[in-house]
């Protein structure tokens, strides 16, 4: 082999570049061997999922129908116990048995056993079991908070009282007191008691589970209570019963009745596993729950068809309300949304960040101004004292400044030195306290490292606040600083956009995902009492919530909505309202993008109140330029209303196409147009109980992003009225032009820790361990291959997501050419050819050839020795025509020879 450079090398690649085969090395056919007949069974919902797989894990599907979609229980149990039979014969480890939302078992088993699991009749497909991370957050007791009273209960007269409510994630400290527990910290106390609010629920993993371990350790018991906090600050959102004064918090529904399922470990990074997560939406179904938060998933996982997805759209259609997290890969750009946020019927929810929050704040004059405490520095008094503030006279403090009295507190802005440097140095000088300002607009926390504290407090502003200061201390030199403490209507410095860490749909399939927003920034909620009992968090996860509970307030309001997912969808798509500022550069005037906010800010008291809905809900035109839609207006109320249809266009976007390091996606181009909008009437009058039918044609802005493929475009279809009624928002997105003409082989770079420069597609190669090395040196018959000991990879990126992926091996020698056998496929031998689906990816992602061909029929063949090769990928644009060439893009490799010794 020449000189390679391992992929393991590069910082910030893909988590799934390093890991093994979807189903182990000798489940895929080696080149000296036979076809196995099973292997048909065996699926890869789509090959980004290889950084995910749990070794020895799989979840098996067997024949039946779920429960919830209309199959029989005896039908579902035979083919089970007949599969299970099998498992138990080979020496497999049955997990869990599902029937409601799928049907089939998880199992531990070798790649022997589960050959032979495969084998069965009853089994129908066998399926890799998938890690799933615990969402990352900070948590902060100094940071702002959202008013979670922007949609609490006591704007609306309900508190989600009768209503279960269950929360799939890290458990809940049942024991906190604002969640119904008596305040002593006891696992095996407060749940389930008489007049609790924790009634449901079991840990499914126990505190030791991490799905990343070479050997999980499941230990599942009936207490699920929380140690890792996620869980419990995302249940103090929903129904939190505190009185919402000093440190307590009261939710959204306050009284409702929940259900923790608990699918993570204790462990920091502990992650969990798909098999576990079905497990827990099987059980909160049969718990009757009324809502299940989901505030979890994967990125880039944009087409539904994992066991997971399936589960979660089954879950829908069976009358659950189900709220899932749109993610927090906001830097990841264009289709980062994925799995179960974007299962048909799921409501999927994006983060937004209030204009002003409750926050422990510092002030000058009547200025009130947020900040997060400075990691590692004294905490910032919260006693109403006040500091004289000066500017350090060499603006960075990275030197000693000029002396100050005492009882001053300096100015500094952060950097170009440490944190602790800055700290040290400001001491030196006399000062009081530090007041840190950012060196970009917005706001950050800021820390002294893990080998420094100081005896100052240190408070980190906003760099637009700092700005300001500064400013203002020119002329004045001296302003008096007061610590005020918790303090409401504190101006939020990123307040009312879209947070910049919510992840962007849409689908690959080009549905609305997310479909609606909530607050999820800096959002102060319960905490297990080991951890301080409250604290602030920021993310999806925390919109999420907010969400559950307003689906709560709905279904006690409504009764009739209950067991009815999609009229509860439709009151709060209807009814939000669009964020009117977009988060990204150059568009910050104009309505935030449809595909970042979706149908716009939830509101609770408009949808409990709305008495006109439309529908559809959602206009999802698919692609192309011009589409004509029919929506129908319907009267609830007792008024004779009339309405006045228009339109708001959002912000679009398209995959760049320049040549700057990490070009796609991750980077997207944004621009504003308006969208070409007519109506069949000028005015729709409704009278009590009528319906009427309105139809719109709506036109992709043609000036914006103008030449970009695949640009995505939206906004809301509005129905406004001089009466009483409420205003009807219907959210439309589309994507403008040819969704075939999208470029996914863009030529994707990569600058690597030592600063060179990689491109991709290029020729690689897999080893027997499913690691990969990928060549410097890309000139045709370099290197020889020993079958037994590597494998050529193609190592791709994808700037959108594809409908197939294929890879033709052209015999040079021969002047032949057949299709690659790739691993874990299904079906015939041809079939066995085809990837599928395949999501855009964040860096790179790779196919191997295992030596396996085929040409007709269903004979396969293997490579000659001694011949020489080149392989050559291709993938299909999204929602192609396979039988169509010009939907596919092809990169053929340089030619290498196969040698056997």
Not at 24 to 32: E, I, S
Not at 216 to 243: M, N, R, S
Not at 698 to 725: C, E, H, I, R, S
Request: net charge neutral.
């Amino acid at each position: 082999m020449p000189a390679r450079r391992s992929i393991r090398a590069l910082a910030g690649v893909a988590a799934g570049l390093t890991v093994t085969a979807l189903f182990g090395a000798t489940l895929a056919v080696p080149a000296t061997a036979a076809p196995v007949d099973v292997s048909s069974k065996f699926k890869a919902a789509d090959a980004s999922f290889a950084g995910r797989v749990v070794k020895d894990r799989y979840l098996v599907q067997t024949g039946g129908t779920p429960l919830v979609r209309g199959g029989h229980r005896s039908t579902n149990k035979a083919s089970l116990a007949k599969a299970t039979a099998t498992a138990d014969a080979a020496g497999a480890t049955v997990q869990s048995s599902f029937s409601d939302l799928w049907t089939g078992f998880s199992v531990t088993a070798d790649d022997d056993q589960i050959r032979t699991i495969a084998a069965s009749s009853s089994v129908t497909a066998v399926y890799p079991v998938l890690t799933v991370a615990q969402p990352k957050t900070d948590v902060s007791r100094s940071a702002a908070t959202n008013a979670i009273n922007d949609v609490a209960a006591s704007d609306t007269g309900y508190t989600g009282q009768g209503i279960k409510v269950g929360v799939i994630d890290t458990g809940i400290d049942y024991n906190n007191a604002d969640l119904g527990g008596a305040g002593v910290d006891d696992p095996t106390a407060d749940f389930k008691k008489a007049g609790g609010r924790v009634m449901y629920g079991y840990d499914l993993v126990g505190d030791h589970y991490n799905a990343d371990d070479a050997s999980p350790v499941l230990a599942p018991d009936a207490f699920p209570d929380d140690c890792a906090g996620h869980g419990t600050h995302v249940a103090g959102i929903i129904g939190a019963q505190g009185t919402g004064d000093g440190a307590t918090v009261e939710g959204v529904a306050p009284a409702v009745t929940f259900g923790a399922y608990r699918i993570f470990g204790c462990g920091e990074d502990a992650t969990s596993s798909t098999d576990v997560i079905i497990d827990a939406m099987s059980r909160a179904q049969a718990d009757g729950m009324d809502v299940v938060n989901m505030s979890l998933g994967s990125t880039f996982d944009s087409w539904p068809s994992y066991p997971e997805a399936v589960a979660a759209k089954n879950m829908t259609e069976a009358g659950v309300v189900l709220v899932v997290a749109a993610g927090n890969s906001g830097s990841a750009g264009l289709f980062a949304a994925g799995t179960p946020a974007v299962g048909e019927g799921v409501i999927s929810v994006a983060s937004y960040e209030s204009p002003t929050v409750r926050a422990n704040a510092l002030g000058v004059g009547t200025d009130k101004f947020l900040y997060t405490q400075i990691i590692g520095a004294a905490t910032v008094p919260e006693d109403a004292s006040t500091l004289s503030l000066r500017a350090a006279s060499n603006t960075t403090a990275c030197k000693k400044p000029a002396k100050v009295a005492a009882g001053t507190a300096l100015l500094v802005k952060y950097g170009p030195c440490y944190v602790w440097q800055q700290m040290a140095n400001a001491e030196a000088a006399g000062a009081a306290a530090v007041v840190l300002y950012n060196n970009s607009s917005g706001l950050a926390t800021f820390t002294m490292g893990s080998t420094h504290t100081s005896t100052l407090p240190g408070a980190g502003i906003s760099g637009a606040k700092g700005s300001a200061l500064a400013a203002s201390l020119k002329k004045a030199k001296v302003l008096t600083l007061g610590m005020l403490g918790l303090s409401t209507g504190v101006t939020n410095p990123d307040g009312a956009k879209i947070s910049t860490f919510s992840s962007a749909g849409i689908s690959a399939d080009l549905r609305l995902v997310p479909t609606i927003s909530a607050p999820g920034g800096k959002i102060y909620s319960t905490l297990p009492l080991a951890k301080g009992g409250h604290g602030v968090m920021s993310g999806t996860s925390m919109a999420t919530p907010f969400v559950a509970g307003t689906v709560a307030l709905l279904l006690e309001a409504k009764p009739a909505l209950r067991s009815h997912p999609a009229d509860v969808a439709q009151l709060l798509y209807n009814t939000a309202v669009p964020v009117a500022k977009a988060t990204e550069s150059g568009v910050t005037k104009y309505p935030e993008a449809v595909f970042r906010q979706g149908s716009g800010l939830v509101k609770a008291s408009s949808a409990l109140t709305a008495s006109v809905t439309a529908s559809p809900s959602v206009l999802e035109l698919g692609e192309g330029t011009t589409d004509t839609v029919t929506i129908t207006l319907t009267n609830s109320g007792t008024q004779t209303l009339t309405y006045t249809p228009t339109r708001v266009s959002g912000v679009s976007a398209a995959a760049s196409t320049g040549s700057a390091t990490h070009v796609g996606t991750t980077t997207p181009s944004y621009a504003y147009g308006q969208v070409g909008f007519t109506a069949d009437q000028k005015t729709v009058t409704l009278a009590p109980g009528a319906s009427a039918d309105v139809t719109v044609t709506l036109t992709a802005p043609a000036k914006a992003l103008k030449g970009k493929a695949g640009m995505l475009y939206g906004g809301w279809v509005q129905f406004t009225t001089t009466g009483d009624g409420n205003t009807v928002s219907v959210p439309f997105v589309g994507v403008r032009g040819d969704y075939q003409s999208v470029k996914l082989l863009n030529k994707f770079r990569y600058v690597d820790t030592k600063g060179k420069k990689w491109s991709w597609p290029r020729l690689g190669f897999e080893n027997s361990d499913g690691e990969l090395d990928y060549q410097e040196s890309q000139a045709s018959g370099k290197w020889a291959i020993d079958l037994n000991t590597w494998y050529p990879s193609v190592v791709y990126h994808l700037d959108y997501p594809a409908s197939d992926l294929r890879v033709k091996v052209i015999d040079v020698t021969a002047k032949t050419s057949s299709w690659a056998i790739l691993d874990n496929t299904s079906g015939t031998a041809e079939e066995r050819t085809h990837w599928g689906n395949m999501p855009r990816d964040a860096a790179a992602q790779w196919v191997t050839f295992r030596g396996e061909s085929w040409t007709s029929g269903d004979t396969t063949s293997f490579a000659t020795d001694g011949h020489d090769y080149q392989l050559q990928l291709r993938v299909l644009k999204p929602l192609g025509d396979p039988d169509k060439s010009s939907d596919w893009e092809s990169y053929t490799s340089p030619k290498f020879r196969y040698i056997s010794e």
